[in-house]
Nanobody, 121 residues
């Protein structure tokens, strides 16, 4: 079994910063791409940032220049550094990873349970 556990969410004022972390655990052979998604109330879940196993990153347009995704493969952890936060960044943030488990297929998709980020104006 694989678990993804997010941490680092909370309440912050507009213009502030937060750093989210997501640690993977379980019978993991290799972690391929890792990503952060978010879902605001009444809206669909959207991709915020994605990082390949080699460290190539891509971002949703509204967060470019403000958010940075990174990963520590040894710790099986992905991070999302969020700066210059805006009220419209308020959402539940979910970790997602494509993981190759021992005895499993090359890639299977896993989700964390989410962490709430609230940005006050």
């Amino acid at each position: 079994q694989v678990q993804l556990v997010e941490s680092g969410g909370g309440l912050v004022q507009a213009g502030g910063s937060l750093r989210l972390s997501c640690a993977a655990s379980g019978s993991i052979r290799r972690i391929n791409a890792m990503a952060w998604y978010r879902q605001a109330p009444g809206k669909q879940r959207e991709l915020v940032a994605v990082i390949s196993s080699g460290g190539n990153a891509d971002y949703e347009d509204s967060v470019k220049g403000r958010f940075t995704i990174s990963r520590d493969n040894a710790k099986k952890t992905v991070y999302l550094q969020m700066n210059s936060l805006k009220p419209e960044d308020t959402a539940d943030y979910y970790c997602n990873a494509d993981i190759w488990t021992f005895g499993g297929p090359y890639g299977a998709n896993y989700w964390g349970k989410g962490t709430l980020v609230t940005v006050s104006s």
